[in-house]
């Protein structure tokens, strides 16, 4: 297998992670006005992500220096064509971290909660349109520089893909609201996460839908019912007190769904509407000596990582009360 191969699969691999872990961070923030009743709920609802959210966002930090190194040409279209949203979802990440650390330091903590409410909901939205946009493809020119304005990147298949990626979030949130929290607290996200849960497999199938008529593949038809089977999966487990089975079931669906954009999206990294302009694993990677001592790097530390972060998982895993 060629090492444009192993480095494309592997940016796959830590943009699945980070959604997978990140995505239940955000569906959190998302719920944080919705679930909680008064402030110790909300205290609660912080303390079930506080030992891990800056952990999860160390998968985006490499998704976006492996892409760096691995595919400059792509991280440099990427980042000039789609650079409003991204700042903004910089912006909202940077903020949402803030908050965080700060609301337990102040009085007042109305003003963290809602700056943690949006620094959430802006980043769960903005993903899902620009995942949406690299799939379907954008102006680029000759140079491949992108040509094409804001309103560009704001069409109505983009904007269903951040719906998509937003439903699906916030229902990964209550899920793992519902696992990590007891009593009433527990039962709001239940109750919500099903109402969630169902506007996240419409929305989402529709976007997965549209999007295998557009750019589907024989093998990531498969991939797609899989990741409808486990949001319907979820919903059933969650509906049986089974939230465990719920949280894995939908994070089978974000990882099935991720691995559909990107098996879809390959061999492009960036495809163009004149697709004589696309950007792909060939005129976009570094070369091949870069690419090998990446590959002895990844392969030496990425276990250590892995590691690292399931042992963390593992000693904050009981629920949170309030004692």
């Known amino acids: 297998m060629e090492l444009t191969t192993v480095w494309f699969a592997l940016i796959a691999v830590l943009w699945t992670g980070y959604f997978v872990l990140e995505g239940f961070d955000f569906g959190v923030g998302v719920l944080l006005p919705f679930v909680a009743r008064d402030e110790s709920d909300r205290r609660l609802v912080v303390a079930s992500i506080g030992p891990v959210w800056d952990g999860n966002e160390v998968w985006l930090l490499v998704a976006g220096g492996a892409t760096f190194a691995a595919f400059p040409e792509w991280y440099a279209t990427l980042f000039s064509g789609f650079y409003l949203p991204l700042f903004l979802i910089l912006l909202a ?7 965080l650390e700060y609301r337990n330091k102040s009085d007042s903590t109305r003003g963290w909660d809602r700056t943690f409410f949006w620094g959430s909901l802006a980043p769960a939205f903005l993903w899902g349109v620009a995942f949406a946009n690299i799939v379907h493809g954008v102006p680029l020119d000759a140079a491949h520089e992108f040509t094409g304005s804001l309103f560009t990147l704001l069409n109505p298949y983009a904007l269903l893909g951040g719906a998509a990626t937003l439903t699906l979030f916030t229902f990964h949130g209550a899920v793992f609201l519902a696992l990590r929290t007891q009593g009433e607290l527990r039962a709001t996200a239940i109750r919500l996460g099903r109402q969630i849960g169902l506007l996240a497999l419409l929305i989402g199938g529709a976007f997965l839908l549209i999007t295998q008529l557009d750019k589907g593949k024989p093998l990531t038809w498969p991939i797609a019912a899989i990741a409808a089977a486990g949001i319907t999966g979820a919903l059933i487990a969650l ?11 939908n994070a089978l669906a974000i990882v099935a769904i991720t691995a559909t954009l990107f098996a879809n999206l390959w061999p492009n990294v960036m495809p163009a509407l004149d697709p004589a302009n696309s950007l792909t ?8 000596y870069t ?10 530390f990425t276990p250590v990582v892995l590691l ?16």
């Open 93 to 99: 990440l940077i903020a949402r971290g803030i908050a």
């Open 239 to 249: 509906g049986r007190d089974r939230d465990g089975w719920a949280f894995a079931a």
């Open 281 to 288: 694993v060939d005129n976009a990677s570094s070369t091949p």
């Open 291 to 300: 690419l090998t001592v990446m590959t002895w790097v990844a392969a030496i």
């Open 308 to 323: 690292y972060q399931g042992w963390t998982y593992w000693v904050f895993r009981k629920r949170l009360t309030l004692d």
